[in-house]
């Protein structure tokens, strides 16, 4: 919650996912402290990269949209949270690989007027366990800045006939380390495909 302190808050949130247009709505429950909560709507919606936060559903705390870096940001979140849902890291569903090394390719996706690359690693199994981006938009002392980040994915187990991580950790490369700020598990997932 924070660069000078750890603090982690307890949250719980939903998310719908669509893969095709490239799309989200996350919409989560943070308990600062007990009585004291931040809701917080993340979206990636027809190309806009959307983040609202208001403390106890009244104060605004962010409101960031309309920019290209916000777009960027929020679609590289679903690009790199296509591990829980894997088909749209299909070469049909608009991503593009490139070798990197033997344990590692680099995807890109590109909506609309927006194109954003990772790299995932995998391991020995050919599961994902992480990605990465040499520069996301972060938000510090209300302004974007570029900064390296990463994500984390680990405890695979079938879903929906789909094999996922069920628990992941992302975090900004700072000059002193690394600085998690998200860590969750998944709790429940469904798949409505179309056949």
Same mark, same amino acid.
């Given at each position: 919650m924070g660069e000078t302190r750890t603090k982690w808050s307890r949250f719980t949130s939903t998310q719908i996912v669509i893969t095709r247009r490239p799309g989200f709505d996350w919409d989560g429950c943070i308990a600062m402290v007990p009585g004291l909560n931040v809701f917080v709507h993340d979206a990636y919606v027809a190309g806009e990269g959307i983040l609202h936060a208001k403390l106890l559903g009244l104060v605004t705390l962010a409101d960031i949209r309309g920019t290209s870096e916000v777009a960027q940001g929020e679609l590289m979140r679903f690009l790199a949270e296509a591990v829980w849902y894997p088909t749209a890291l299909l070469p049909s569903q608009g991503v593009r690989?490139?070798? /990197? +090394? +033997? /344990?590692?390719?680099? #995807? $890109?996706? $590109? +909506?609309g007027r927006t194109t954003v690359s990772l790299d995932f690693r995998f391991d020995d199994e050919g599961l994902i366990s992480d990605v990465r981006a040499t520069a996301r938009h972060r938000t510090m002392n209300g302004k974007l800045? #570029? $900064?390296?980040w990463q994500g984390r994915f680990w405890a695979y187990e079938v879903k929906g006939d789909m094999r996922i991580p069920l628990e992941g950790e992302v975090a900004w490369e700072l000059s002193n380390g690394l600085w998690p700020y998200w860590r969750g598990r998944t709790t429940e997932i469904t798949y409505d495909l179309v056949r």
């Open positions: 690989w490139e070798k /990197i +090394d +033997d /344990i590692s390719a680099r #995807a $890109t996706l $590109t +909506d800045v #570029a $900064t390296p």
